[in-house]
Nanobody, 120 residues
Framework: QVRLVESGGGLVQPGGSLRLSCVASGQIFSMNTMDWYRQAPGKERELVAAFTSSRSTTYADSVKGRFTISRDNGRNTVYLQMGSLKPEDTAVYYC??????????????WGQGTQVTVSS
């Protein structure tokens, strides 16, 4: 069983910063990727930041230059450093883990989400 636990959300003023963390535990395969999504009220869940197959990073256009994704493989942890936050960044932020076996089976897991509210 795999468990993802996000933390670091909260209330922040416009222009402020937050750092989200997501720790994965359980049966974690060596072939995996951990990414960040968010879902604002009344909107669909969207990809915020991810690692690509070439191990570089990709970001939603709305957060480029403001957010940075990083990970600590030894701790099965992924981070999302968020800066210059805007009210439109308000959402529940979810960590996603996808992993594969050498035989091609894939598995997808979600954390419970952490609320980020940007407001004065």
């Amino acid at each position: 069983q795999v468990r993802l636990v996000e933390s670091g959300g909260g209330l922040v003023q416009p222009g402020g910063s937050l750092r989200l963390s997501c720790v994965a535990s359980g049966q974690i395969f060596s072939m995996n990727t951990m990414d960040w999504y968010r879902q604002a009220p009344g909107k669909e869940r969207e990809l915020v930041a991810a690692f690509t197959s070439s191990r570089s990073t990709t970001y939603a256009d709305s957060v480029k230059g403001r957010f940075t994704i990083s990970r600590d493989n030894g701790r099965n942890t992924v981070y999302l450093q968020m800066g210059s936050l805007k009210p439109e960044d308000t959402a529940v932020y979810y960590c996603n883990l996808r992993q594969w076996t050498m035989y091609g089976a894939s598995y997808n897991y979600w954390g419970q989400g952490t609320q980020v509210t940007v407001s004065s």
